[in-house]
């Protein structure tokens, strides 16, 4: 008659296998008992204040819209920007404006300001963000 061939690893293996499934059941009954699927609407609802603040109450009550709130926010006129003539290359005529406030750096090129710049300037700038980076579109000397 042969040997069975369990060895200790094997039965080890066994008992571990089993637990994780016993541990894999166990799981899915506290699964089942905490499910909070199957609410009612009213329970999902989030209701939102006029001051943005969140809550699961329902405001006493609703909100009054003025006309003021329905019309779009006109664009206000941008402020120019001061700044100075940190770098120019001559012979490639470009440069960088480096604010006075911010030191953010703006790219301009004697194209772009439809005038020739040169360094330590002070100008009073507008520009925009690029893929590039920030660019200048429209520059004025400080006198």
């Known amino acids: 008659?042969?040997?069975?061939?369990?060895?200790?690893?094997?039965?080890?293996?066994?008992?571990?296998?089993?637990?994780?499934?016993?541990?894999?059941v166990e799981r899915r009954e506290q699964n089942k008992t905490n499910n909070n699927k199957g609410k009612s609407l009213e329970e999902m609802?989030?209701?939102v204040d006029e001051f943005g603040n969140i809550s699961d109450t329902p405001p006493a009550q609703p909100y009054k819209f003025k006309e003021e709130d329905l019309l779009r926010p006109q664009d206000m006129e941008e402020e120019f920007l001061h700044g100075k003539v940190s770098y120019y290359n001559e012979t490639?005529?470009?440069?960088f404006i480096r604010d006075n406030l911010s030191r953010e750096t703006v790219y301009f090129n004697d194209k772009l300001a439809g005038m020739q710049l040169s360094l330590n300037q002070q100008v009073r700038?507008?520009?925009?963000?690029?893929?590039?980076?920030?660019?200048?579109?429209?520059v004025e000397l400080v006198k």
């Open 45 to 47: 609802f989030a209701y």
């Open 125 to 138: 700038y507008k520009y925009t963000r690029t893929k590039q980076g920030n660019q200048i579109t429209e």
């Open 92 to 95: 490639g005529n470009y440069g």
């Open 1 to 24: 008659m042969a040997k069975t061939q369990l060895t200790f690893k094997k039965k080890e293996t066994a008992k571990r296998k089993q637990l994780k499934k016993q541990e894999k």
